[in-house]
């Protein structure tokens, strides 16, 4: 899947560049990830210590089944970001589904149509890659995430289930 994915989107009237992200990204893909009101304390301070998100990083961009996109404006802000990840499977008579994860859109520019194109090319590259199912998990507390999923077509056909394991230094 690793290929250097690049293009564009048009949301809201603007033009965007999506592409693979690089360790560059790091501050600005911190930032998206902080714009957020469920997930924000988990990723203050972050600022200051990116070692953990840059080991993450590295491991990503290394491995070809998963790519973290970023989505850029015209001015060169990133605006948005994503992780695709195909997953190979013996279930389904062996499907290969593809995960989107850790979606988000900054507070600047949501309501505009860029997550629905985000997902909508995503979708479009999972049908390139011949995969046979895309799935995502969304933090239960985010009520107009799931209806903005459920309208793209998804279904909340799951119940998932985390367990927070300690870190071992």
């Known amino acids: ?23 560059a990204d790091l501050d600005q893909i911190i930032a998206l990830m902080a714009d957020d009101d469920i997930r924000r304390a988990g990723h203050q301070g ?18 070809p089944a998963h790519s973290l996109i970023v989505v850029e404006a015209q001015d060169g ?4 970001t994503m992780q ?13 589904r593809m995960q989107i994860e850790a979606v988000r859109v900054t507070s600047a520019v949501r309501g505009r149509g860029l997550g629905t ?3 909508r090319w995503a979708i479009s590259e999972a049908e390139n890659e011949n995969v046979q199912l895309v799935q995502m998990t969304s ?11 459920e309208a793209l077509g998804f279904s909340a056909s799951h ?9 071992n230094p």
Do not use: C
Request: charged share 25%; glycine share 8%; proline share 2%.
């Open 117 to 119: 194109a985000m997902i």
């Open 159 to 167: 119940v998932g289930f985390k367990m927070r394991l300690p870190i």
């Open 84 to 96: 695709l990840t195909i997953l190979p499977g013996l279930a389904r008579r062996g499907a290969t």
């Open 139 to 149: 933090d239960a507390q985010r009520n107009d995430a799931h209806r903005f999923y």
């Open 77 to 80: 802000t990133l605006v948005g």
């Open 1 to 23: 899947m690793k290929t250097a994915k690049r293009g564009s989107l048009w949301a809201g009237g603007q033009d965007y560049l999506l592409r693979e992200a690089k360790a």
């Open 46 to 63: 972050a600022e200051e210590d990116t070692e953990q998100y840059l080991h993450a990083f590295n491991q990503i961009d290394a491995d």
